[in-house]
């Protein structure tokens, strides 16, 4: 579910530039650690795109069934194009998934649940696939409030809200609609005060400090309401841990 950076009018970087950019691919990289760090063995990529998520919870260990929404594409199990040893399940369908009813202990929404046709529908999907008490990780939830969004659209480059079925949030609305599904909302954060998404033989060079630097600077109360993600981590009904006070 990879969003294309060509609509509004706003100025294209090629759908690729996540993977081109060394800061970007770090964010990834812990995003899989602490995925693995909780001890899930087996997860959904929900709208995984090229698969580079896919592939780092791979190398740590986890057993992952990649999912991408793809309305021209045929439907069928495809290798991924970049990384050709794991699969992909491609739909047509923007809300369905092919999958049984608890089939997964987790759910990473990477950058996705922000660009769904309906956020509902699709929350119900991912509720239904869950084992009772299973997690959802959403990650890269767009922030209302993010300075550097609001830079971007001034600019003419990609904003999220240029696309058709954009959204942006805030923890508010964030909370209220996985509880409306009945997700007991464990963990909130605002994150990422830095663009991640740079390219270039500096940027390599730097990906590390921009990254260090980046951390620290999500972590300053007050700062951080204009960090440009919301993270999430949420249980499925039936679990037993208590969720965030509100």
């Known amino acids: 579910m990879e969003a294309k950076e060509n609509g509004g009018g706003v100025q294209p970087r090629g759908t690729d530039v996540n993977l081109r950019s060394g800061p970007q691919m770090l964010e990834y990289r812990a995003i899989a650690e602490r995925i693995a760090a909780d001890g899930v063995a087996r997860i959904l990529d929900w709208g995984c795109g090229y698969g580079q998520v896919s592939d780092l919870l791979v190398r740590q260990g986890i057993e992952v069934t990649s ?6 594409a045929e439907e069928g199990v495809l290798a991924l194009e970049r990384y050709p040893d794991l699969k992909v399940h491609v739909s047509r369908d923007p809300r369905r998934l092919p999958f049984a009813d608890a089939a997964f202990e987790a759910v990473l929404s990477c950058g996705v649940l922000e660009h769904v046709e309906d956020p ?3 929350l119900e999907e991912v509720r239904r696939v869950l084992i009772p008490g299973g997690r959802l990780y959403v990650y890269k939830l767009p922030n209302r409030a993010s300075y550097l969004e609001a830079i971007a659209k001034r600019a003419g480059l990609y904003y999220h809200g240029a696309l058709e079925h954009d959204r942006i949030y805030t923890r ?4 209220a609609l996985l509880d409306r599904h009945g997700f ?4 909130f954060r605002r994150m990422n005060m830095l663009p991640l998404t740079v390219t270039g033989s500096v940027a390599a060079r730097a990906a590390e400090a921009i990254w260090a630097a980046n951390r620290a600077l999500s972590a300053v109360p007050g700062l951080n309401l204009f960090a440009t993600n919301l993270e999430l981590v949420a249980q499925a009904p039936g679990g037993l841990r208590p969720g965030l006070a509100r």
């Open 172 to 175: 508010r609305s964030a909370l």
């Open 184 to 187: 007991a909302v464990e963990e």
């Open 67 to 72: 999912f991408d929404y793809r309305p021209d």
């Open 120 to 122: 509902d529908a699709s």
